[in-house]
């Protein structure tokens, strides 16, 4: 480990030279506290906008703490994301009504098309999807969000003329 944190810094394309600076106060901050491994991992997706694995490596290290450990809390709080955003986030309904009328169809549309499972990013960093549980609208449904955008009445060709729309 380096004295000054350069050296060991992993070579990450999200993390640019002043996210690195501030993440390097954050460990300095909170150093040697107890309960400091939530907030360093929340500034510092806060920072980059997820946790790439090696950051939680890389702060595992410098905070002198077990990577197990670190990794641990990492992946246990839904408030952690571990992958990167993309630029439109999908929510597909699996709640019950939109379940009887097809949303596995439509998911199995949107997977298929843009190779993306649950939970998951596209490569293109354009959509992210995650399953949700009664969206409030089941009168629509099946029932996809797109950012904010409530998408009622979905089929797999339907979803897909929807989402052309988010580039
Ligand atoms: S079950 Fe999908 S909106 Fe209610």
């Excluded at 000054?4 to 993390?15: K, M």
């Excluded at 939680?56 to 990577?67: F, K, S």
Aim: aromatic share 8%; proline share 5%; hydrophobic share 35%.
């Amino acid at each position: 480990m380096s004295s000054n944190g350069n050296g060991d810094r992993p070579d990450l394309a999200d993390v640019t030279f002043d996210m690195w600076i501030k993440i390097d106060g954050i460990i300095s901050e909170y150093k040697g506290k107890p309960g400091a491994t939530i907030p360093v991992l929340r500034k510092c997706q806060d920072t980059v906008g997820y946790l790439p694995r090696p950051l939680i490596d890389y702060v595992a290290r410098r905070m002198g703490m077990p990577r197990s450990e670190v990794y641990g809390v990492a992946t246990f709080y839904a408030l952690f994301t571990l992958q990167p955003k993309g630029r439109h986030c999908i929510k597909a309904c699996e709640g019950t009504a939109c379940y009887v009328r097809g949303i596995k169809e439509v998911v199995g549309r949107i997977k298929d098309k843009y190779k993306v499972g649950f939970g998951e990013t596209t490569e293109d960093r354009r959509f992210s999807l995650e399953s949700v549980r009664c969206l409030g609208a089941c009168g629509l449904a099946p029932v996809v969000v797109v950012d904010s955008d409530t998408h009622g009445g979905m089929t797999p060709d339907k979803v897909t003329q929807v989402l052309e729309h988010y580039k």
